[in-house]
């Protein structure tokens, strides 16, 4: 990802408008100017459907999910889940989010009790995994007290690349059309099991218990009773599961190194992080001591830090898409052929000099109303843009808000002597985070 961003300066710095890299034998494709930027997202997006990754239904059930669907069967799926992340939706769950902070805090309140560093990454983990695991899959996973409970195994097992999966990565790349011919399978059949299981197993007590509970499986019900009603398609099992799953694989660990990234950025800006309690604490006491979503959601500050922190540390690094169709690049008489891959560096515009000056500063300030009206659009793509822009976008800002507030209400965060300002991403993952654990300090603070 260090390497895309590598080529977006390189262009940048030829001052062109887009570039072309091979990867081995494969072309790819590379927008540089904004106003491309936004023709290939959002303008011309019946030219880039899909994300590009094949897969075999068949084999690979849980690969179904609507990060990998394209054409017809995308906009079938994204139009049904879309009504699952509207505001409303999210108020109903952020009671739930406040349940998962508790252990979270106590496990922090033991570590500094005995005096230890907090490995902030790992707790982080452990807390969006508690989260999603019961959000989209109805269970208590409990990651605090047992960092192996079944849950937090099989999701860290899921999302850890082999490299044997880095293999088949490399060979679909490059042949896209080898899983409809083989029966390729991303996801190891155990773990694969205990997904679809759960969801199974869920869905089975809900109905016959008659147990309403505000979470996604709730509103996956929902949408089969009416469609049982409206007489239109339902969902499979396994279609249910491969959403759960998919939330899970995108909501977990995005939101996650976001929270770690800006606890980090606060640990060595300690004025940043002041400015963020008042904020926090002021909130606190107008709600009379317990957080509400309203008020969480209203606090400008946070918005700005948060917003500074996927600038410059956006977990999605590279946006990708697939030419769906022969395609002119505006302006030019360049035809992007059928099948050309697109690579747009996110993280390379948002430590573009020009956008943001001095781009390695953490400057919440970047987002107040008057400097974000000077900027260009589709120069901040965290949770990229137009049509398949993130669904849970509203879901992931919710938990980021709320995990922060919670631990900064109650602890002062400080770096550890062992680590450095200047973090060394990791090269071999496709969300951005730091190599290894992050390590911080946190003093209780009276509140
Ligand atoms: C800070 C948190 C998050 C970030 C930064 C993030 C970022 C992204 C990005 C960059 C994309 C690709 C957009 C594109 O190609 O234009 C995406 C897609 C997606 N995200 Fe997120 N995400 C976050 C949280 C979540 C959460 C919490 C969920 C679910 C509960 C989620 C579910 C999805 C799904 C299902 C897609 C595929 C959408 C589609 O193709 O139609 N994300 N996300």
């Not at 961003?5 to 262009?11: P, R």
């Not at 034998?25 to 994300?51: A, N, Q, R, V």
């Not at 990791?426 to 603070?445: N, Q, R, V, Y």
Request: hydrophobic share 35%; charged share 25%.
């Amino acid at each position: 990802m260090m390497d895309i961003k590598l080529c977006y300066d390189a262009f940048r710095r030829r001052k062109e408008k887009f570039g072309g890299i091979y990867f081995f034998t494969e072309p790819i494709f590379m927008p540089i100017d904004p106003d491309l930027i936004k023709c290939i997202l959002s303008k011309d997006f019946s030219y880039f459907l899909g994300h590009g990754f094949t897969f075999n239904e068949k084999y690979d059930p849980l690969a179904a999910h609507l990060f990998n669907l394209e054409g017809e069967k995308w906009r079938k799926m994204r139009l049904k889940l879309s009504p699952t992340f509207t505001s409303g939706k999210m108020k109903y769950m952020f009671k739930t989010l406040l349940d998962c902070g508790v252990p979270m805090i106590d496990h922090v309140n033991d570590l500094c009790e005995k005096g230890e560093q907090v490995d902030i990454k790992e707790i982080l983990a452990c807390y969006t995994t508690d989260i999603i695991g019961s959000c989209a899959f109805g269970l208590e996973c409990d990651s605090f007290k047992d960092p192996n409970a079944e849950f937090r195994r099989n999701g860290r097992e899921a999302l850890t690349v082999t490299f044997s999966d880095l293999l088949m990565r490399f060979l679909t790349f490059w042949a896209p059309s080898l899983p409809k011919y083989l029966p390729i399978k991303y996801l190891r059949s155990d773990i694969e099991k205990f997904f679809i299981t759960a969801v199974k197993q869920i869905l089975y007590y809900r109905r016959t218990n008659k147990v309403k509970r505000n979470d996604f499986i709730q509103l996956f019900i929902e949408l089969q009773d009416k469609a049982e009603v409206e007489g239109t398609d339902g969902f499979t099992l396994n279609e249910i599961a491969a959403q759960a799953f998919v939330f899970f694989l995108a909501g977990f660990e995005t939101s996650s190194t976001t929270m770690t990234f800006c606890l980090h950025e606060l640990a060595f800006n300690q004025d940043i992080q002041d400015k963020l309690r008042e904020e926090i604490r002021e909130t606190y006491k107008q709600t009379n001591g317990e957080f509400t979503y309203d008020a969480i959601m209203g606090m400008k500050y946070m918005d700005k830090v948060l917003d500074e922190t996927l600038r410059k540390y956006p977990p999605v690094p590279i946006l990708n898409r697939v030419c769906s169709s022969d395609y002119t690049i505006p302006n030019t008489d360049i035809i992007l052929p059928k099948g050309t891959k697109v690579f747009i560096s996110a993280l390379g515009i948002h430590r573009d000099e020009e956008y943001y000056p001095d781009p390695i500063k953490f400057d919440p300030e970047r987002f107040n109303d008057e400097n974000k009206a000077t900027r260009p659009n589709y120069t901040f793509l965290p949770f990229g843009e137009g049509p398949r822009i993130c669904i849970g976008l509203r879901f992931g800002l919710m938990q980021a808000k709320t995990g922060l507030a919670m631990l900064l209400n109650n602890y002062k965060v400080l770096p550890t002597r062992n680590e450095q300002y200047n973090l060394y991403l990791d090269p071999g993952t496709f969300i951005l985070s730091k190599k290894g654990a992050l390590m911080l300090s946190m003093e209780k603070i009276p509140n």
